[in-house]
Every structure is written in structure tokens, then in C-alpha cells.
């Protein structure tokens, strides 16, 4: 029986050594194309007339000198300043144990940031969705073997099944990559801590807060308290500093309202408000896990290709599971 060969954007064909590995976390097969094998095709030009160099694309190839252990693809909207900066600090914190981990970041493109109100979160809804067939053919061109999805879906969709439906599209568009988004990485997330009662923390309007506390009532948790910093744009979002965000989680989310008990743990939602500096300060202060979506995002991803070293720069979540 002949073996699958695989054209590659160079023009070489050689075995395709595509596989499938189990994703740790959900025990789902999780397919990795073969990105290595036919690159790079490559003739040496100048030189001396006695130098001579073999042919490197050999069928078993060079693997991309910077991603040689996985190349991720990551979905920022085109306003995020701030979750491609934290995800890098994450993984230059943790050198060498993720060495050869690259993101290839593509924006989606959303002209109109407002989301201050209904309007302006269903005008940013449609640019959003809109964008993501765009997007993943532009991230598709740099072969990405696992893709993240840097967004909040629960801002702009008012249920789970909303919520997963787009992620589930990007796959298939993909050839069927392998896609951490948010309601998978922050569900295993709080169960690795057996959490079940949470608070909330996100940079959203009232809708937005309404449409996360029906996204985590769905996901089987119970709300005990919602704060949302009502940003009026998504670029305002980048902008709220971090003592604001501190404040409100040590004065408004460690203790449920009701009860006057510690949360089992506080979610932050809202990939342009980022968590890391936050989490790294608060976690041992106030001896609650955080949970910041563009750290449980990195987190999910790494597990489910098997990276399993604990990591510094994201809290316990990093560092215990």
C-alpha cells in the first residue's frame, strides 16, 4: 500500500507525517498536520564556486527554527493590545521549557471597538464573526499546528451553544485543527481546583456581565458575585490599570455576598484585560485561585499537547496542575 504524500506550499512532496496525539485534558484525539517534512526547499545562491551545501528539504526536513515544538495559531480582535504580550512573557518566563513554543498571531478585524452599550456590542458581534473566515484563511498561510482563540465569546453571544459554535467553525475551516477556546480551558480550569462557587471579574457592560453570568451558570458553576469595569470600547479595555483590578478583587470578589465565605475561585474574563501581574500579586495575598482567561487559555493549549513542566508567571494554575 502506498503511503500519503503531501504537496507543501514549496512545491515539495514527501511523506505526509500528520499524526494525532490525545489531548491530556480532554481526552479527545487532536490532529497535528505535518508542518516539518517537505521545508526547507532552498538553493544556495553566491558564494564561493568550490562551496557546495546538500539539498535541506530531504523528506524529513527542518523544523521552523523558532516553533520547533509547536506552532500556535492565535485569534486576537485587531483592537487587543494585550493578550499576544502577556502569552510571549509567559513563555519567555519559562525558557527553556518552552523553547520552541511560537504563536503566530492574526488579527480579526473590528472597525467599530464600542461596546459600551447593546448597540455597540451587536455592531462588534457581527465584525467579529464576520472577520474569522478572513482571519483563519490568513492564519492557515503560516501552517499553525493548534490554534487558540483570544476572545471572550460570552461578551458578544448570549449562550454556551452561541459561544461554540464559531470555534467549532474555525476547526473545520482548518482541516480540523485542534482549537483551546475559552469554555473548554476555563472549565477544566476550576475543576483541576474542584471549584465550584466562583467570582467574577470582567471589563464588560451590563449586557456583557448578564451574557458571562448565563456562560458560567451554563458551564455548571455558581455565580456568587459580578463585576464588570463597563469599558466603552474594546481599546479601553487595554487601558484599565492593574490597581483598579486589584481593588476590585480584594474588596468585591474573595467573599461571596451572601454567605460572607471565600469563592472557590475568581474568573477574569476579556482578552485585552490582562491578568498575569495581577495574578502573580493577589493569589498568595488572598489565598483564592485566579483565573485569568489569556493565562488559562496559554495553560489549556500547552496541556492538551502534552507541555506538562509547571511554569512560572500565571499563578498557581501554571504552577500546580
Same mark, same amino acid.
Given at each position: 500500500?502506498?503511503?500519503?504524500?503531501?504537496?507543501?506550499?514549496?512545491?515539495?512532496?514527501?511523506?505526509?507525517?500528520?499524526?494525532?496525539?490525545?489531548?491530556?485534558?480532554?481526552?479527545?484525539?487532536?490532529?497535528?498536520?505535518?508542518?516539518?517534512?517537505?521545508?526547507?526547499?532552498?538553493?544556495?545562491?553566491?558564494?564561493?564556486?568550490?562551496?557546495?551545501?546538500?539539498?535541506?528539504?530531504?523528506?524529513?526536513?527542518?523544523?521552523?527554527?523558532?516553533?520547533?515544538?509547536?506552532?500556535?495559531?492565535?485569534?486576537?480582535?485587531?483592537?487587543?493590545?494585550?493578550?499576544?504580550?502577556?502569552?510571549?512573557?509567559?513563555?519567555?518566563?519559562?525558557?527553556? +521549557?518552552?523553547?520552541?513554543?511560537?504563536?503566530?498571531?492574526?488579527?480579526?478585524?473590528?472597525?467599530?471597538?464600542?461596546?459600551?452599550?447593546?448597540?455597540?456590542?451587536?455592531?462588534?458581534?457581527?465584525?467579529?464573526?464576520?472577520?474569522?473566515?478572513?482571519?483563519?484563511?490568513?492564519?492557515?498561510?503560516?501552517?499553525?499546528?493548534?490554534?487558540?482563540?483570544?476572545?471572550?465569546?460570552?461578551?458578544?453571544?448570549?449562550?454556551?451553544?452561541?459561544?461554540?459554535?464559531?470555534?467549532?467553525?474555525?476547526?473545520?475551516?482548518?482541516?480540523?485543527?485542534?482549537?483551546? +477556546?475559552?469554555?473548554?480551558?476555563?472549565?477544566?480550569?476550576?475543576?483541576?481546583?474542584?471549584?465550584?462557587?466562583?467570582?467574577?471579574?470582567?471589563?464588560?457592560?451590563?449586557?456583557?456581565?448578564?451574557?458571562?453570568?448565563?456562560?458560567?451558570?451554563?458551564?455548571?458553576?455558581?455565580?456568587?458575585?459580578?463585576?464588570?469595569?463597563?469599558?466603552?470600547?474594546?481599546?479601553?479595555?487595554?487601558?484599565?490599570?492593574?490597581?483598579?483590578?486589584?481593588?476590585?478583587?480584594?474588596?468585591?470578589?474573595?467573599?461571596?455576598?451572601?454567605?460572607?465565605?471565600?469563592?472557590?475561585?475568581?474568573?477574569?474574563?476579556?482578552?485585552?484585560?490582562?491578568?498575569?501581574?495581577?495574578?502573580?500579586?493577589?493569589?498568595?495575598?488572598?489565598?483564592?485561585?485566579?483565573?485569568?482567561?489569556?493565562?488559562?487559555?496559554?495553560?489549556?493549549?500547552?496541556?492538551?499537547?502534552?507541555?506538562?513542566?509547571?511554569?512560572?508567571?500565571?499563578?498557581?494554575?501554571?504552577?500546580?496542575?
Amino acid at each position: 500500500m502506498s503511503k500519503k504524500m503531501k504537496k507543501f506550499a514549496n512545491g515539495v512532496v514527501v511523506q505526509d507525517r500528520a499524526r494525532e496525539i490525545i489531548g491530556a485534558l480532554s481526552g479527545k484525539k487532536i490532529y497535528l498536520p505535518d508542518v516539518t517534512s517537505g521545508y526547507p526547499a532552498s538553493t544556495l545562491v553566491g558564494g564561493k564556486q568550490s562551496f557546495s551545501i546538500d539539498p535541506l528539504a530531504t523528506g524529513e526536513g527542518y523544523p521552523d527554527v523558532r516553533s520547533f515544538k509547536r506552532k500556535f495559531g492565535l485569534f486576537i480582535p485587531s483592537t487587543n493590545t494585550s493578550m499576544e504580550s502577556e502569552l510571549w512573557s509567559i513563555i519567555y518566563k519559562n525558557q527553556p +521549557a518552552l523553547k520552541g513554543i511560537g504563536l503566530h498571531t492574526t488579527n480579526v478585524i473590528t472597525p467599530k471597538p464600542q461596546v459600551g452599550d447593546r448597540a455597540g456590542v451587536l455592531q462588534y458581534r457581527n465584525d467579529f464573526l464576520a472577520g474569522l473566515k478572513t482571519a483563519t484563511t490568513q492564519a492557515l498561510q503560516a501552517e499553525p499546528e493548534y490554534l487558540i482563540m483570544g476572545m471572550s465569546m460570552e461578551h458578544i453571544l448570549e449562550n454556551l451553544e452561541e459561544a461554540k459554535a464559531p470555534v467549532d467553525d474555525v476547526s473545520k475551516l482548518s482541516g480540523n485543527l485542534g482549537v483551546s +477556546a475559552w469554555h473548554d480551558a476555563v472549565s477544566a480550569g476550576l475543576k483541576k481546583f474542584g471549584a465550584k462557587k466562583i467570582s467574577v471579574l470582567t471589563p464588560f457592560e451590563a449586557n456583557g456581565n448578564a451574557n458571562a453570568l448565563k456562560f458560567f451558570q451554563q458551564l455548571d458553576f455558581e455565580v456568587a458575585n459580578i463585576v464588570g469595569m463597563g469599558c466603552g470600547s474594546a481599546i479601553d479595555i487595554g487601558h484599565v490599570p492593574d490597581w483598579a483590578k486589584e481593588k476590585i478583587i480584594k474588596e468585591e470578589l474573595v467573599y461571596d455576598a451572601e454567605s460572607g465565605e471565600k469563592v472557590d475561585a475568581i474568573v477574569q474574563c476579556g482578552t485585552n484585560f490582562s491578568l498575569s501581574d495581577v495574578i502573580e500579586a493577589l493569589e498568595p495575598e488572598i489565598n483564592v485561585p485566579i483565573l485569568g482567561i489569556n493565562v488559562t487559555l496559554l495553560w489549556h493549549a500547552l496541556r492538551e499537547n502534552g507541555f506538562s513542566e509547571p511554569l512560572v508567571g500565571g499563578g498557581r494554575l501554571l504552577r500546580k496542575f
